[in-house]
């Protein structure tokens, strides 16, 4: 039988351990669950699922706080308490659960687990007093023992026994299992009981004595149990208790204030490196890694801080939770923040290494966009059409989605590390110092799902590496911008030196000019000076050959008889030559007048007709016998107004051309009605002008280049021709084929509007 205390001590003890957890449960500690048990000491207790060996008055603790599952309907349903006790002789600790439950469900085909069978779990650490030690997790789920934890099989002896409305776990934990001190008056352990109702219907409640969850992570989120000696009294207890809410608090506002920390730096830098990314977008349009890379770190700092803030279900529950609707939430959010950060990460990477997002990353990124819209389709279509085939559509879209979501989170997790490889393998600009930061972030981010899934503990250095693409891109940054800055003021050193080329450029350019237009007014003075000298030549040479040629013709006149014919002969060809060397100075003179500006244009009424008959009759001389000469003049062509001796010159000189030409064959003069134009063609079979010569046949003093001396000419009269016709508003054009002949058009308005000097 149990060595019992006095019924005054075991109140008094009582009176201590209330007013304990009271000052405990407004302590305002956030890591620690706020409970607080007393442990007495207890003999001959034989664990065999009868509590008649237990003392009555021992104090009870109710297990009331539901964590997941549906919460019990009442105490009828499903309750619990527990006692606890320990021998200091044998160092064990004991511990009695008694479960009201209407529904019993423990015997199960194969092995029995935590979330298919009733069962009862022991976290216990031994280790707690000094500092956060290791926790054991004891169970008993159906009928079977699980150990985990710093636990072993063998540290501890559980018996169940069934009641009517209920049953009932026998506890003895061997405290030299692990290694800890010997249980004495004042003892402080970690703690906490949990119980498990699976009912017949399938529903499922998971209720424990204390309601904060990553109980076996950490042991400052379990109770504590403080156990109190033989012969105790009101004073020690107090003081006991005192220094256990002490030291207790002490533990769990550090804890507290790390974690605070720990949030608010991540959180915080997270969000200011979103905010200056977003900035940098904002005056960068062009550049989508900074938005990409802005909203990768507003993802990862909502993540962690809700990974902070929202209890995070245990691994094993979470792939439960398509039968659990309360689960389903939280599994439904914890791989949306999963696909939302890595999802945008892989957005980052792919605008960060790539041109254009590659065919599998599209895949990627358009299945993780579809997963939510189909699971919340598939929600919709349950809810709304409650009939027909509207149920089976909506669990089969959100059953996709519910198989889709993870796959796609490892899909992510496997295509992050092969970009950062494959940007390594091309030497990519920052595949060393982003790409490997992420593929850091991918690694130590699964660590941290995992810990959050299995309640494991956070180490810093794991969130360190989470947000060591901050420092990467921070570095990437600053050397970007100390880039910038280098070729920036390389660039400006250069615009210096080309600017000070460029004046030095312009300067000489300044020079080149002035120079120039030195040149232009001395060869525009030279000009002058040249036409004034021509037309003082010629009208000095054209007096004495005028008389020559005038005594010429008087001579050839009176002496036709009376001297030999060679004489006779000889007199004509002075006359001949004379009429051509004032042919070729009427030609200068009248080119020097054309371009000094000073040649007069006289406009009258001429008649085309005329016009060409009388110069037919003049040429008609000209012409050898081998060659027909012929005028094709339209009828009733219109009479122009234009300068007649003008005209006249230019048909005579292109006729003249035509003549000297053309040893053989045929020459036209046309003129037809063109519209508002008169347009006369000179049309020759002779030698016709290379094709090399075209363009430049009609500038002053240029010749064709022939072999035969005798009709090579001064090379004025065609510029003299093309000149005479632009001041009369007209244009000359030529078509020639050499050995075939040559056509000048020429057209002339029908009213000459203006003269062109």
């Given amino acids: 039988m149990a060595t019992l205390l006095t019924s005054v001590q075991r109140s008094t003890l009582l009176l201590a351990l209330l007013l304990s957890t009271t000052l405990l449960s407004t302590a305002g500690v956030d890591a620690h669950n706020g409970r607080l048990a007393m442990g007495l000491p207890l003999d001959d207790i034989t664990v065999d699922g009868d509590l008649s060996d237990w003392p009555e008055d021992l104090p009870r603790y109710a297990i009331t706080m539901a964590e997941f599952g549906k919460p019990p309907s009442g105490p009828q349903d499903f309750a619990a308490d527990f006692r606890v006790g320990y021998s200091p002789t044998t160092h064990r600790i004991y511990v009695a659960v008694e479960v009201v439950d209407e529904s019993t469900v423990l015997h199960r085909k194969g092995r029995s687990n935590w979330d298919n069978a009733d069962g009862c779990d022991l976290y216990i650490g031994l280790e707690h007093e000094s500092y956060g030690g290791p926790v054991a997790q004891l169970a008993m789920w159906g009928n079977d023992r699980h150990a985990m934890g710093a636990a072993s099989l063998r540290s501890f002896e559980v018996a169940t026994t069934e009641r009517p409305k209920g049953r009932v776990y026998e506890w003895s934990v061997d405290a030299d299992a692990f290694q800890s001190k010997p249980l004495h008056d004042g003892f402080d352990l970690a703690f906490d009981i949990v119980v498990a ?77 979103s905010l200056l990314h977003l900035l940098l977008y904002g005056f960068q349009r062009e550049s989508r890694t900074n938005l990409y890379y802005a909203i990768y770190t507003a993802c990862t700092a909502a993540a962690v801080f809700a990974s902070f803030q929202v209890t995070v279900p245990p691994i094993v529950e979470l792939l439960t939770f398509t039968q659990n609707s309360s689960l389903g939430a939280v599994g439904a959010g914890i791989f949306g923040f999963i696909l939302l950060v890595y999802g945008s990460s892989l957005l980052f990477l792919y605008a960060f290494f790539y041109e254009k997002t590659p065919v599998f990353g599209r895949i990627i990124l358009f299945t993780m966009a579809a997963l939510p819209l189909c699971a919340a389709f598939g929600y919709l279509t349950k809810t709304f059409l409650g009939s027909g085939a509207g149920p089976q559509i909506g669990n089969f879209l959100v059953g996709t989605a519910t198989v889709g979501l993870p796959l796609m989170a490892v899909a992510m997790l496997i295509e992050i590390p092969r970009i950062v490889l494959a940007a390594v393998v091309r030497r990519k600009s920052g595949a060393w110092s982003v790409g490997v930061g992420f593929l850091v972030f991918a690694v130590c981010g699964l660590v941290v799902i995992y810990n959050l899934l299995s309640r494991q503990p956070i180490e810093p250095m794991i969130l360190l590496g989470v947000v060591l693409p901050l420092g990467t891109m921070s570095f990437r940054l600053a050397r970007s911008v100390a880039t910038v800055h280098s070729d920036l003021a390389e660039r400006y050193a250069q615009v210096e030196a080309l600017s000070e080329q460029l004046r030095e450029q312009n300067r000489a350019l300044e020079m080149a000019n002035i120079q120039i237009r030195e040149q232009s007014l001395q060869v525009s003075e030279a000009n002058r000076l040249k036409s004034d000298f021509l037309a003082r030549m010629s009208h000095d040479l054209r007096t004495p050959l005028n008389a020559i040629i005038g005594y010429t013709r008087i001579l050839l006149r009176r002496l036709k008889d009376e001297v030999e014919p060679r004489q006779y002969q000889n007199l004509g060809n002075v006359r001949v030559s004379a009429d051509n060397l004032l042919a070729l100075i009427n030609d200068i003179l009248d080119l020097s007048r054309i371009e000094s500006g000073r040649n007069e244009v006289h406009i009258d009424a001429v008649d085309v007709t005329q016009l060409i008959s009388e110069c037919g009759a003049s040429l008609q001389s000209l012409v050898s016998g081998d060659v027909q000469f012929t005028l094709d003049v339209a009828p009733d062509l219109p009479t122009i107004q234009s300068d007649a001796d003008r005209v006249r010159r230019v048909l005579m000189n292109l006729a003249g051309n035509a003549i000297k030409y053309t040893e053989a064959g045929q020459i036209t003069i046309a003129a037809r009605h063109d519209g508002e134009h008169i347009l006369l063609q000179v049309t020759d079979t002779g030698l016709g002008i290379p094709a090399d010569d075209l363009p430049y046949i009609f500038d002053e003093f240029r010749q064709v280049d022939r072999n035969d001396r005798k009709r090579e000419g001064s090379g004025l009269g065609l510029a003299i021709a093309r000149k005479s016709v632009e001041m009369l508003g007209g244009q000359i054009e030529v078509t020639s084929r050499e050995a075939e002949g040559s056509t000048f058009s020429v057209r002339l308005p029908l009213q000459t509007s203006g003269v062109k000097p």
């Fill in 197 to 273: 109702d699976v009912d017949e219907d399938g529903s499922f409640s998971w209720m424990a004595w204390g309601a904060r969850s990553s109980k076996l992570a950490s042991p400052m989120r379990l109770g504590d149990v403080m156990l109190v000696g033989a012969g105790a009294d009101l004073e020690d207890a107090m003081d006991s208790a005192g220094e256990m809410i002490q030291r207790t608090t002490g533990r769990a506002d550090s804890q507290a204030r790390t974690m605070t920390s720990y949030l608010a730096l991540l959180s915080g830098s997270l969000l200011a490196v």
